[in-house]
């Protein structure tokens, strides 16, 4: 069996309220983390360090995300406007308004050139960051319900919603492909080797589904998932899977058993939300927040050894 993080590397403290998301950057070696207390921090998460902290939006901020340079920052919360900010001076470059809602997701494309985002509107709206207009250029209406996550793929847009369905728009054909879960979805993400849809809903179910067919795969379950939305992922070999809960733990999973093979306390209360995750790209690493106390920073006994000599 692949070797997962279990041990804890560290912890994150500075946000005054719930943390709503945690990213990593593309290169996983910074990440950004966004709450109910109107803030964005960048950190390095593998020191233990608080980097800068930026104030832009003026109520809760449930996304955000690092442009694949570093250098821009683009995030999104309950006041409908989505930001770019520059990394160095925080200051905003752009703020697209059009959402009728809170915006819950923001992605940007594999060139860092567009945004995609969504929101209890309903909708997802592209915006094109060179554009000289601040008008969306793309707007999906097919979804029924508010737009719970996105996932964005060289030539694709993966959505989940709360109408029980995962959507996948492949932009090089203009195609729209949709599998129906029956339960409101809360994430949506691609293994890394691009076969298959990781879909998880509020009735304690994770799903694997085929890309191409929508096919059942596989069924993940024993964490708590009925009331919030809550990330899930693969590892960074598509070895496992790995979801937060309403339970204050972390679940791993096999992906070809599906039998749970490991759990992480994010919190010592039962009560805490692990609302969100982030899995480093290439390495065993993984990032957890949720609804109270620190950031934590999983990683293997080695891996953590290895980090102590690099600073000796």
Known sequence: MAALPNQLAHEFHGHQDAIRAIRFTKSGEYCLTCSADKTVRLWNPHRGLGIKTYKGPGQEVLDATAAHDNGRIVCGGRDKVVYLLDVSTGQPIRKYRGHYGAINCVKFNEESSVIITGSYDSTVRVWDCKSRTYDPVQVMEEAKDSITSLFVSNHEILTGSVDGKARR???????????????????????????????????????????????????????????????????????????????????????????????????????????????????????SAGSEGPVKVWKRQEDMKEDEDEDD
């Open 169 to 287: 728009y492949d932009i090089r054909f203009g195609k729209l492909f949709s599998d129906t879960v029956g339960q409101p979805v809360t994430s949506v993400s691609l293994s890394r080797d691009g076969l298959c849809v990781l879909v998880s809903s509020l009735d304690n179910h994770i799903r694997l589904l085929d890309k191409e067919n929508g096919e059942l795969l596989n069924t993940f379950k024993s964490h708590s998932n009925t009331e919030y939305k809550i990330d899930s992922s693969l590892t960074h070999d598509d070895s496992h899977i790995v979801s937060g809960s309403e339970d204050g733990k972390i679940y791993f999973w096999d992906l070809v058993e599906g039998n749970v093979v490991q759990t992480l306390k994010q919190s010592q209360s039962s009560s805490c939300i692990v609302y969100s995750l982030s899995y480093h790209p290439n390495a065993a690493c993984l990032l």
